[in-house]
């Protein structure tokens, strides 16, 4: 699906109401202690039933930019059921207060585009002294983490499809610290700031015009995402 399971907010009713979901962003400007409230990025993580696929151990902060990043966070909205034998999130608790060192192995299975994972030697520590929290959500429902905090998703063995819509969102004073473009953001509520050029908000869902501003947000973000690599698109 690569760029087209991005920034569906861009083109989509659907993603767009559910970025501003009131409760949502209550919750998001609740955990960030902050009303000024920006969407960076949204994108759909689906895993079909028996598929292979999974998310190795990693942090949204590596390759991302954001600082600073306990002003960032992943929102993971259930669109179906979302558990333990479908590959539901699985979080270490109280693992986001350092950026781990990341390797990438990159694999057919692996959906991380770069294949990132935390190696054994700082994961095991982790998980020995701090243990895993199994996010199983209803549709529906969300859970919050913190841009820095530790987490993967395993296969979907299950006999139906896995499908979640993840949010990211920040602060408005966040900033891009990597960035060799000025990229784009969605102002959800409250101040834009001056760090991010806004998106416009789409008149008429999938027509053109909606479609080549998600082509220009995606086009940047890849630009800074990717930098350094011989990968250049997502999965």
């Given at each position: 699906?690569?760029?087209?399971?991005?920034?569906?907010?861009?083109?989509?009713?659907?993603?767009?109401?559910?970025?501003?979901?009131?409760?949502?962003?209550?919750?998001?400007?609740?955990?960030?202690?902050?009303?000024?409230?920006?969407?960076?990025?949204?994108?759909?993580?689906?895993?079909?039933?028996?598929?292979?696929?999974?998310?190795?151990?990693?942090?949204?902060?590596?390759?991302?930019?954001?600082?600073?990043?306990?002003?960032?966070?992943?929102?993971w909205?259930?669109?179906?059921?979302?558990?333990?034998?479908?590959?539901?999130?699985?979080?270490?608790?109280?693992?986001?207060?350092?950026?781990?060192?990341?390797?990438?192995?990159?694999?057919?299975?692996?959906?991380?585009?770069?294949?990132?994972?935390?190696?054994?030697?700082?994961?095991?520590?982790?998980?020995?002294?701090?243990?895993?929290?199994?996010?199983?959500?209803?549709?529906?429902?969300?859970?919050?983490?913190q841009?820095?905090?530790?987490?993967?998703?395993?296969?979907?063995?299950?006999?139906?499809?896995?499908?979640?819509?993840?949010?990211?969102?920040?602060?408005?004073?966040?900033?891009?610290?990597?960035?060799?473009?000025?990229?784009?953001?969605?102002?959800?509520?409250?101040?834009p700031?001056?760090?991010?050029?806004?998106?416009?908000?789409?008149?008429?869902?999938?027509?053109?015009?909606?479609?080549?501003?998600?082509?220009?947000?995606?086009?940047?973000?890849?630009?800074?995402?990717?930098?350094?690599?011989?990968?250049?698109?997502?999965?």
């Amino acid at each position: 699906m690569g760029d087209n399971r991005f920034r569906l907010h861009l083109v989509g009713e659907w993603a767009r109401n559910l970025v501003n979901n009131p409760i949502l962003v209550e919750a998001v400007k609740e955990a960030l202690n902050d009303d000024n409230i920006l969407c960076w990025s949204t994108d759909i993580n689906m895993k079909l039933k028996g598929s292979p696929g999974f998310y190795s151990w990693h942090q949204d902060s590596t390759y991302s930019g954001l600082e600073p990043s306990d002003k960032v966070l992943t929102a993971w909205v259930a669109i179906s059921s979302s558990k333990k034998e479908s590959g539901c999130l699985r979080f270490i608790p109280e693992s986001q207060h350092k950026q781990l060192p990341h390797e990438e192995l990159p694999s057919e299975a692996n959906l991380l585009s770069l294949g990132q994972v935390i190696p054994k030697s700082k994961l095991d520590p982790l998980l020995e002294c701090n243990g895993l929290c199994e996010a199983e959500l209803q549709p529906g429902q969300a859970s919050l983490h913190q841009w820095k905090c530790v987490h993967s998703s395993g296969p979907n063995t299950s006999d139906y499809d896995r499908i979640g819509f993840a949010i990211r969102y920040m602060s408005s004073d966040v900033q891009n610290i990597k960035a060799v473009c000025k990229e784009r953001a969605t102002l959800v509520c409250g101040d834009p700031g001056k760090n991010w050029e806004i998106e416009p908000k789409f008149s008429v869902e999938y027509d053109n015009k909606a479609w080549e501003d998600h082509r220009l947000s995606m086009e940047l973000e890849r630009k800074n995402y990717f930098q350094n690599s011989d990968v250049k698109h997502f999965k």
